[in-house]
């Protein structure tokens, strides 16, 4: 096994990955904001699969995250959450459990808790 000693090789090496990042990608970066206080989850295509709305509840500020539907009734409660970021990774995550291969066979469960 060869050993290359030169400086300069490192050098690039840290060049090359540095100029390569792009970053965390967090499920918020999916949420189109409007009207005020909601935000639209949207899929690579565009397509919304969750809604999320700021609200208070018993005088705590907090988020709630459902499915999206273009009927308000349609749609399934997904949690509440303190965080608009916590709401968001929520959302995101029942939309990938949509395509998995327990997708078909039981919906995933709504959770309620605001310590999220």
């Known amino acids: 096994m060869v050993i290359n000693a030169d400086p300069k090789d490192g050098l690039d090496a840290a060049e090359r990955a540095r100029s390569g990042y792009r970053g965390e990608w ?3 970066l999916a949420a189109d904001e409007g009207p005020v206080g909601t935000w639209t ?8 699969y969750g809604v999320i709305r700021a609200l208070e509840l018993g005088g705590e500020r907090g988020y709630r995250a459902v499915t999206w539907a273009a ?6 409660l997904i949690g509440y ?4 970021r916590a709401a968001a990774m929520a959302a995101h995550r029942r939309y990938l459990a ?3 291969p327990r997708a078909l066979a039981r919906p995933p469960s709504a959770t309620r808790s605001l310590d999220r």
């Open 26 to 28: 967090h499920p918020l």
């Open 41 to 48: 989850m949207r899929a690579p295509d565009g397509g919304p």
């Open 71 to 76: 009927e308000s009734r349609d749609r399934q």
């Open 81 to 84: 959450y303190r965080s608009l």
């Open 98 to 100: 949509g395509h998995g």
